[in-house]
């Protein structure tokens, strides 16, 4: 009985192999003829060469950002959509960038989506806010709630599509060549700005906000034409060699609590693509964006460790000053919603977002992210 007992459990043994052996076969046939198939379509498929502008200098961290975007496409499409980088002043002029990609110039463009509050106000939100959403809020509202539709609706308005490719932490702050121990210290200083909010605001307590390109920052600061400015987080500030020139950073930076940096896309290019490449194109965003925003993370420590290191003096808002800022943050921010449809639209879309996730937020405490930004959901 034993001896028939191994006989069977040897049967069904060797059963099984044979018919894994055969699986296998078949497998490795259906593979192959996958493959190949695979093969002939990316040999017969189309190649497409883009160009895309930017409005950063060479050698910026912003300008790798968008360098690591196109070269995940291009490893992802298999060298079916080849991307060229041109940094500013090569084919255009920062203030060029969205125009050369909305006539087609171009087929692509990025940005920081602020740099177009003048055409749009509404810009302003998709880029950041003032005492407002985190970057890992910002990554939620884009992909979990509605905000990659915001997005495609306000540059769709200029026949673009955007796809966000990094979001930064909070900005720096001032950096500045005088103290700025207080907001009463910011009358009559001359200070580099971006943003619609951000420059009312600035202007409200007495500042002159000025508008100059990335790449002439550290020469207005060297040579006085500016006292003060805020330009990203402090990786970016001290690869831009801004530490040199200052010897003053006043935090936070309420300014710009979080930065959203993207690739826009001529409709008509957009529309030329096969439904793989967009595809791609949309996994390479995804993936640029995970690895272009923990190491900025990341290095935003270890830069602000290094200047603190190498004696910079820290200049700390107080409680008092920052409660005023909310204060006019939110007066300013109700004063465009009045005056534009569209940027209501997107900011009625981060208070949703915000009223969603605020209870979760409040449960999660100390140990959570950001804050609940009551002010602005007055």
């Known amino acids: 009985m034993k001896r028939n007992r191994n006989f069977i459990v040897f049967l069904l043994i060797l059963t099984v192999i044979i018919m894994s052996a055969c699986m296998n076969q078949e497998a490795g046939s259906n593979q192959n003829n996958n493959n190949d198939n695979t093969s002939t379509n990316t040999a017969s498929g189309e190649t497409f060469n883009w160009r895309m502008v930017t409005p950063w200098g060479g050698g910026s961290l912003h300008i790798g950002q968008d360098e690591r975007f196109a070269e995940l496409v291009k490893e992802l499409s298999n060298g079916r959509l080849n991307i060229t980088v041109h940094q500013v002043g090569e084919l255009t002029e920062a203030a060029g960038v969205l125009e050369a990609v909305r006539d087609g110039v171009v087929e692509m463009g990025t940005d920081t989506p602020l740099y177009w509050s003048n055409i749009n106000p509404a810009f302003d939100l998709l880029s950041s806010q003032v005492v407002g959403l985190s970057n890992i809020d910002y990554l939620l509202w884009m992909y979990a709630a509605d905000g990659l539709e915001m997005y495609n609706k306000i540059y769709g308005q200029h026949n673009m599509v955007y796809f966000p490719h990094t979001v930064h932490s909070m900005e720096s702050g001032i ?67 801004l530490d040199e020139v200052t010897d003053y950073w006043a935090v936070p930076g309420w300014h710009q609590t979080s930065c959203v940096f993207g690739a826009m896309i001529n409709e008509k290019a957009w529309n030329s693509l096969p439904e793989d490449l967009q595809e791609i194109v949309a996994i390479a965003a995804k993936t640029a964006m995970l690895e272009n925003t923990t190491k900025a993370m990341y290095n935003d420590a270890v830069a602000a460790n290094e200047m603190v290191e190498q004696g910079i003096t820290i200049n700390r808002m107080s409680e008092e000053d920052i409660k005023r800022i909310e204060e006019v943050a939110n007066e300013v921010r109700e004063e465009i919603a009045s005056e534009n449809e569209d940027f209501a639209m997107v900011l009625n879309s981060q208070k949703a977002y915000l009223e969603t996730y605020g209870m979760y937020r409040e449960l999660q405490g100390k140990w959570g992210f950001g804050d609940n930004y009551p002010s602005l959901l007055d």
Do not use: C, H
């Open 175 to 241: 950096r500045s060549t005088k103290p700025i121990e207080s907001l009463d210290d910011l009358q009559g200083m001359n200070i580099r700005f971006v943003g619609l909010m951000q420059s009312r605001i600035i202007n409200k307590f007495g500042a002159n906000p000025v508008s100059i390109p990335t790449v002439e920052i550290y020469e207005g600061l060297q040579r006085g034409v500016i006292d003060a400015a805020e330009f990203a987080t402090p990786w970016a500030d001290q690869i831009m060699g």
